[in-house]
């Protein structure tokens, strides 16, 4: 059993910050890419941002130069700190990690519960 647990959301005026955090816990025997999506209402899930377990990084060009992706390997967690938010950025965001569980050894997707980020004044 795995599960991904994403805090950090909440309410914040434009121009703003915030940091999401997202630990796996489980049967875990390793993770590989881990990232952020997210769906503002209306409109489909996007990619934010990716990070291998190397640590490269890929961002979506809306986000490019204001969020920053990064991992802590020790701790099974990934954060997305966010800055200079726009109100744009609302939308509820999602975690996602590729891991290795222990009982198979094979690689699943697995998604957290989402959070809330509004973007307001």
């Known amino acids: 059993q795995v599960q991904l647990v994403e805090s950090g959301g909440g309410l914040v005026q434009p121009g703003g910050s915030l940091r999401l955090s997202c630990a796996a816990s489980g049967s875990i025997s390793s993770i590989n890419d881990m990232g952020w999506y997210r769906q503002a209402p209306g409109k489909q899930r996007e990619l934010v941002a990716t990070?291998?377990?190397?640590?490269?990084?890929n961002y979506a060009d809306s986000v490019k130069g204001r969020f920053t992706i990064s991992r802590d390997n020790a701790k099974n967690t990934v954060y997305l700190q966010m800055n200079s938010l726009k109100p744009e950025d609302t939308a509820v965001y999602y975690c996602?990690?590729?891991?290795?569980?222990?009982?198979?050894?094979?690689?699943?997707?697995?998604w957290g519960q989402g959070t809330q980020v509004t973007v307001s004044s």
């Open positions: 996602r990690a590729r891991i290795v569980v222990v009982t198979t050894q094979r690689q699943y997707r697995y």
């Open positions: 990070i291998t377990s190397g640590g490269s990084t």
